[in-house]
């Protein structure tokens, strides 16, 4: 079976990707994986629950490598697993912290670095948020999409994203002490 590109060449069905499509999953996994472990982290909050989710991201992209069109798409679906486990992750720990099997309060953290006082003030500022306010600011803000792409991976309107950014910012300033945003 044969399908017509753009540029009028012909690419067969069981070619592993079309030209857009990512080549390569190890390249892909090495570019992209910080920042969805980062992002899946900052929703998380917790650095070593953010890498085990970024992993179980990588792994169900992997298993669909072969449906992924585009570089955009790729990023757009692990991105979207990762923050959904974060998401997940999270309604567990509430749930078990409401019947009274709870946690340290603060996360676990297996990386020494990572127990700076930026990560923790930042940390718990995000905790302040809204799970759809966060999830927005750590996709544009510290995993630098924009608002479209953004959308995607959440599966929200850009409007949408952007309202919630917006909103997360500001309580993000008035949290850290920030001052306002001049327009």
């Not at 718990?124 to 630098?144: F, G, K, M, N």
Request: charged content about 25%.
């Amino acid at each position: 079976m044969e399908m017509a590109h753009a540029e009028g060449t012909v690419a067969r069905a069981d070619d592993p990707v079309s030209d857009d499509a990512p080549q390569d999953f190890d390249t892909f996994f090495r570019t992209y994986f910080p920042g969805v472990a980062r992002a899946a982290a900052l929703v998380a909050r917790d650095p070593s629950t953010g890498q085990d989710l970024a992993q179980e991201a990588f792994a169900r992209l992997y298993q669909r490598w072969h449906d992924m069109t585009s570089v955009d798409h790729a990023r757009n679906f692990v991105y979207r697993v990762a923050i959904n486990l974060a998401r997940s992750h999270l309604r567990k720990h509430l749930r078990l912290s409401l019947f009274g099997w709870t946690h340290s309060d603060e996360p676990a953290m297996s990386d020494p670095s990572a127990r700076s006082d930026d990560w923790l003030m930042i940390a718990d500022a995000l905790a302040a948020l809204s799970p759809r306010q966060r999830a927005c600011v750590v996709l544009i803000d510290y995993s630098d999409m924009d608002a479209a792409s953004a959308a995607k991976a959440l599966g929200m309107g850009a409007g949408t994203v952007r309202v919630h950014l917006m909103r997360g910012r500001r309580a993000l300033r008035e949290r850290l002490d920030l001052p306002k945003e001049e327009r």
